[in-house]
């Protein structure tokens, strides 16, 4: 099992414009969750997935839109960028009843010019 | 409002010395707390979490709430811990992990 895994490694985009990045959760696990981390800061969670719906959000604008597919993979939208959306975007997963054991993928690192 | 509150972005000791990385946060319901570690080119992974009262890799950490903190302890610190370490607190109402700001540990040898 390879883990979380996520694509793709970086990503170079103007402002503006949207963005797509995409995340495979561990094998045997539901719910997905993504984080934002800006440089120098902890981990902010952007909101969480669980059977094709967003079951939580966190304080993002609605800039910030996901999907979750039936094999529970997941895709995170960012439409407008703006010079402030550059950062680590970290996917992790979970065991459906165990969302605080999430598994952390390598992250997307975005950056806005 | 929940908030997780590392006040230490560095902290460095030589080998075999101990350490303590600090924690505070504040969360009106029952918290549940964790620590989290990032090694160099490695993934975020959890190390410990406060229900289970374990001690992984000789750290341990209590959850204090009379001081509403979670910090984390080892007694004689090693080179191979030098990494970047996040206190967590998980909502069990929002299903989410609000993360601290993150201590860098720099174990010298």
């Known amino acids: 099992d390879a883990g979380v895994t996520q694509s793709p490694t970086h990503l170079i985009k103007t402002r503006g414009q949207q963005v797509t990045l995409r995340c495979s959760p561990k094998s045997g696990h539901d719910t997905v969750s993504w984080y934002q981390q800006a440089l120098g800061q902890g981990p902010q969670f952007i909101f969480q997935?669980?059977?094709?719906?967003?079951?939580q959000r966190g304080n993002f604008p609605d800039r910030f839109s996901g999907h979750q597919f039936p094999n529970y993979s997941s895709e995170l939208n960012v439409n407008a960028l703006l010079l402030g959306d550059s950062a680590l975007y970290l996917c992790?997963?979970?065991?459906?009843?165990?969302?605080?054991?999430?598994?952390f993928g390598p992250g997307t690192r975005l950056t806005v010019t | 409002a929940q908030r997780v509150t590392q006040p230490e972005k560095l902290l460095s000791v030589f080998k075999g010395a101990p350490v303590e990385l600090k924690c505070n946060y504040s969360y009106s319901g029952s918290p549940e707390l964790f620590w989290y570690v990032q090694y160099s080119r490695q993934r975020l992974q959890l190390l410990l979490r406060h229900i289970s009262r374990e001690s992984i890799k000789g750290f341990t950490a209590d959850l204090n709430k009379g001081e509403t903190s979670f910090h984390l302890k080892k007694p004689f610190a090693q080179e191979e811990d030098s990494a970047m370490y996040y206190c967590a607190l998980h909502h069990n109402a929002g299903n989410m992990l609000t993360f601290g700001g993150g201590t860098r540990l720099m174990v010298k040898p």
């Open positions: 992790a997963s979970s065991p459906a009843g165990s969302s605080y054991e999430q598994y």
């Open positions: 997935y669980y059977e094709e719906e967003e079951r």
